[in-house]
């Protein structure tokens, strides 16, 4: 199939365009690079420069490149920035989505794959999470996402639209090409990561007093390659109907293990620093992905936490500075 990946020269977008083009898909990468970088994109896939809110860009690439489908990646990401500037993502994420969405609906384009969140689940009655819990955004970061979803839901029902949401947990690992390189960094394990490789002094772990098997918090990490798999796997079952998951890989981890496995994996010191909780962290955030490996048969292949570490290490070791571009 004819794909646009929106955000593929970022960290989960450019792993999904790796493992389109090894599925025999043609793919085109669309990125401002305003947070990726050009040498995350793989060599296969052509590569437009832009924002995947620029109409006229966006409807010249889906008609030059009869594109049939598209993974939107692109996004303003991050849940505490959006605390302090909410207007950026409750505009910026909404309107470039909806841009995208009409540009694709002037062309025909009737496939869409959404990279939804588990922000929409602030404090969750049930763990693991399911996809019949009810949506209760915990940031605008998150509202923005439900606001998307929900726009796909009328576009499905008035244009015919065929969309997958899939709500990640938290993506982490590498493959042997591409890992995480995020400015700022706010995910754990390239932190821990880092700090192993002495380019930061300690790990900050925000709270040690949480109702948790050692008080520090639970979180779902899922490997960015079984996340890669799963949208290839949406993408051919949406010919049978719009479909929306939860994606994680069902086993949390605290915040403790992490630090404590990866010591283990990189046989480094990891210092860290207990400081004080973060407004707004629950507990314990872990998904349920039973609906998703029921229809799709998707399992996680990376699911325990030593070898998600030690792919991100690997990949680390052979990025000590990110990529270069
Ligand atoms: N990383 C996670 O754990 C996680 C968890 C849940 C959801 N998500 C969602 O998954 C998606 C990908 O996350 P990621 O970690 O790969 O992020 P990322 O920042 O690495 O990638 C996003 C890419 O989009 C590009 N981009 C941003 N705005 C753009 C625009 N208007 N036009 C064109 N390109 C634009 C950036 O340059 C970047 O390359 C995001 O939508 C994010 O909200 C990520």
Redesign the pocket.
Known sequence: MKVLV????????SVTAERLLAAGDQVTV????????RAAVPAGADFVQ????DRPLVERALRERGIEAVM??????LVGESMQRPFKYLRGNTA?GLSLLEAMAECGVRRFIL?????LFDKPGRIPVAETEPVVPGSP?GES?HALERALKWLERINGLRYAAL??????GATAERG?D?HPET?LIPLVLKTAMGKQEKVVIYGDDYPTRDGTCVRDYIHVSDLARAHILALRALDRGSLVYNLGNGRGFTVSEVVETAREVTGREIRTEVGSRRPGDPAELVASSERIRKELGWEPEHADLKSIISSAWEWHSSHPDGYID
């Open positions: 929106t955000g593929g020269a970022g960290y989960i977008g669309l990125d401002d690079l305003s947070q990726g970088h832009g924002d995947a809110g939107h990646f692109a996004s303003f990401s470039t990279s939804s969140t588990a922000n970061y996402k709500r990640y947990f938290n993506a982490a995480e995020h995910h």
